[in-house]
C-alpha cells in the first residue's frame, strides 16, 4: 500500500478483494523488508522496469490482495485502474 502508517483491515473500505497488496515484478529487486521497497501500480503492468510486471511472454502479472486472493491482471489494465486499485480508502 506505499509508504505511511499501517492500516487496519477496517481501514480498507474500498474492499480488500478490490485493493492490491502485493505484486509481481521482474526487474530491479530489492531485499525482502527494505524499508522503500513499493512500487506505483499507476506506472502500469509490463510497462516500466520499476513498476510491476511479470514475465513477458505471459502479458500481465499477478497480484496478491488483501482478502488474500491472488489475481492476473492483464499488461493492458488501464494505469488509472491500477492506482484506484491501489488506494484503500478511494471511493473507487
Known amino acids: 500500500l506505499g509508504p505511511g502508517p499501517a492500516l487496519k483491515l ?6 480488500t478483494a478490490n485493493t492490491l497488496l502485493v505484486g509481481e515484478v521482474n526487474a530491479r529487486f530489492k ?7 513499493w512500487r506505483d501500480p499507476a506506472l502500469g503492468v509490463n510497462a516500466s522496469r520499476d513498476g510491476f510486471g511479470g514475465p513477458p511472454s505471459t502479458g500481465g502479472a499477478q497480484f496478491l490482495m488483501v482478502d488474500g486472493s491472488v489475481r492476473f491482471l492483464s499488461q493492458d ?15 473507487d
Open 31 to 37: 531485499p525482502w523488508a527494505y524499508p522503500a521497497n
Open 10 to 15: 477496517e481501514d480498507v473500505t474500498d474492499g
Open 77 to 91: 489494465t488501464d494505469p488509472a485502474v491500477l492506482r484506484a486499485l491501489s488506494t484503500p480508502a478511494g471511493g
